[in-house]
């Protein structure tokens, strides 16, 4: 399915209207985080989550539990 996107100015920011049905798949409303990730052919999609949260979110998990003491030491 392709989608257009009429890009356009608004106060000096270029910006996209999304249609609603793009609006609910995505679960968006104003003031949500949208992201365009690459992908391997050198396209982009526009996803409502950050390509790699788990991954971050893992990472962060394994650094406060490794340093639980040290960061706890620090919020004092």
């Known amino acids: 399915m392709t989608i257009e996107l009429k890009v356009r100015n608004i106060d000096g920011s270029l910006c996209v209207d999304l249609p609603e049905e793009m609006i609910a ?3 968006v409303r104003e003031g949500s985080l949208l992201y365009l990730a690459e992908t391997e052919d050198g396209g982009y999609v526009l996803v409502p989550d950050h390509p790699h949260r788990e991954r971050i979110l893992a990472k962060a ?3 406060m539990k490794r340093y639980h003491n040290t960061l706890h030491r620090l919020s004092q």
Do not use: A
């Open 25 to 27: 798949r995505l679960n």
């Open 61 to 63: 998990k394994e650094i």
